[in-house]
């Protein structure tokens, strides 16, 4: 038997990997605190969780799914995002359904790059935009995301050959890792980047409804004619607690999600229609107040990282958007080696910055997804071994 060249192109899913330790160290009889993953810990909805039991009893549902999306679910999306951004869509022609975004970013990737082809993709990031880049055998040129420049890439860096093969660029704010987030004067500038080059600016907007302190988190379609050249993936997972469920969407430009569409129809058959409708319930009925009400739980959360960091010798801003934070490493470790001894002598998983990218080197990213006594606990067992810088 032999695997696919391509294969060889990425390593192995990062958070596989970080499982795997944690799952080795629980093993020994570890009581490992997990703030490696960024997978909400609180349950869904409840609304949402008794409309799915409903819709799943509807033998009409147990049949293939519409290709194109559940209709209802479509239309209550472009809904949001006309109450919520101020955006009009087609909910017909300008929103796809997906099974979660991180399918809709790696078919995107099948859509627009071809062998040779170049994806510029910011560093450190969500693993997928790169390993999918190169599984289609594309490069992906990196566009470093650095603390002195908050966190938003130089665009006009990118070299004139590189501009010239590019066909995608991918971004995404508020930001995994860094927890930054963008205004729209930035994303302003990235849509004229886009439409200079002819490239399609992919903009995930996982962690849009993630903020704090008063900061709201736009969406690229908010820039006046970004639908020429933009599309962005919009995901249920993060805000409303269900990332278990797959469903998201990208909206915007109607070419781009044509294309979309054609590889996601040879490739898959979408979402169980009962779990879309559960979708469409959560999107419906009082999004905003669990939204709020979930931010508030990660801003606790945040202000007690912050100050049991601070103890520490960390003087951070505090994020205002996702629900991590990236954290500089103390002197004399790198990433691997202070996420290595967290866990062998503290029981914290946390992913090494590198994971993300080489310039995520010198950071460790801390996923606030557990309840308060856990992580008073782990920043506690973290006292005993470390100081910064
Ligand atoms: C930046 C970013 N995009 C996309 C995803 C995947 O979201 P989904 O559950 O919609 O596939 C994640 C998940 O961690 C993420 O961090």
Same mark, same amino acid.
């Given at each position: ?26 093993a020994r009889g570890v009581d490992i605190i997990n703030l490696g993953v960024g997978d909400p810990d609180r ?17 009409? $549902? ?27 869509? #087609? ?13 809709? =970013?790696? $078919?995107?990737?099948? @859509?627009?790059?071809?062998?040779? #082809?170049? @994806?510029?993709?910011?560093?450190? @990031? ?25 966190? =938003? ?18 971004l995404n704010y508020p930001n995994n890792p860094t927890a930054a987030t963008a205004d729209l004067g930035f994303?302003? +500038? ?6 200079? $080059? ?42 409303? %607690?269900?990332?278990?469920? +797959? ?9 781009? &999600? ?7 129809? %040879? ?15 959560? =999107?419906?009925? $009082? ?7 979930? %931010? ?7 202000? &007690? ?21 990236? =954290? ?44 308060? #006594? ?8 973290? +006292? @005993? ?5």
């Amino acid at each position: 038997m032999r695997t696919a060249e391509r294969l060889n192109s990425i390593g192995p899913y990062l958070f596989a990997e970080l499982d795997s330790r944690r799952q080795q160290a629980v093993a020994r009889g570890v009581d490992i605190i997990n703030l490696g993953v960024g997978d909400p810990d609180r349950p869904s909805p409840e609304h949402v969780v008794r409309r799915l039991c409903r819709e799943a009893h509807d033998p009409r $549902h147990h049949r293939y799914p519409p290709y194109d999306g559940l209709a209802a679910l479509r239309q209550a999306l472009a809904g949001w995002y006309a109450q919520r951004f101020g955006v009009d869509l #087609d909910p017909d022609a300008e929103v796809r359904v997906l099974i979660g975004s991180k399918e809709g =970013l790696s $078919h995107l990737c099948w @859509a627009f790059v071809d062998p040779g #082809d170049v @994806a510029l993709v910011p560093d450190p @990031a969500y693993p997928v935009y790169r390993a999918q880049t190169l599984l289609c055998g594309g490069a992906a040129h990196p566009l470093p995301l650095k603390a002195e420049r908050d966190f =938003l890439p130089d665009l006009e860096a990118v070299p004139e050959a590189v501009r010239a093969k590019a066909t995608i660029m991918f971004l995404n704010y508020p930001n995994n890792p860094t927890a930054a987030t963008a205004d729209l004067g930035f994303f302003e +500038r990235a849509v004229a980047f886009c439409r200079r $080059h002819d490239l399609l600016l992919c903009h995930d907007a996982a962690y849009v409804e993630m903020t704090y302190d008063g900061c709201v988190a736009p969406s690229v379609l908010q820039v006046p004619g970004a639908r020429d050249v933009a599309v962005e993936t919009y995901s249920l997972s993060k805000p409303f %607690n269900m990332t278990g469920w +797959r469903v998201a969407f990208a909206v915007g430009n109607r070419q781009a &999600l044509q294309a979309l569409h054609r590889v996601k129809t %040879n490739t898959d058959s979408g979402q169980f229609t009962a779990v879309q409708a559960a979708g469409e319930e959560a =999107l419906r009925n $009082h999004p905003r107040e669990f939204i709020e009400r979930m %931010n508030a739980v990660y801003q606790r959360r945040r202000d &007690l990282a912050l100050e049991a960091l601070e103890a520490l010798g960390w003087r951070l801003p505090a994020p205002r958007g996702t629900f991590y934070v990236w =954290l500089p490493v103390p002197r004399n470790y790198n990433s691997l080696s202070f996420a290595g001894m967290l866990l062998e002598k503290a029981g914290v998983l946390v992913s090494p910055g590198s994971a993300f990218g080489r310039h995520g080197e010198g950071y460790v990213r801390l996923s606030l997804t557990v309840d308060e #006594d856990r992580l008073v606990e782990a920043l506690s067992r973290m +006292r @005993a071994h470390v100081r910064y810088p």
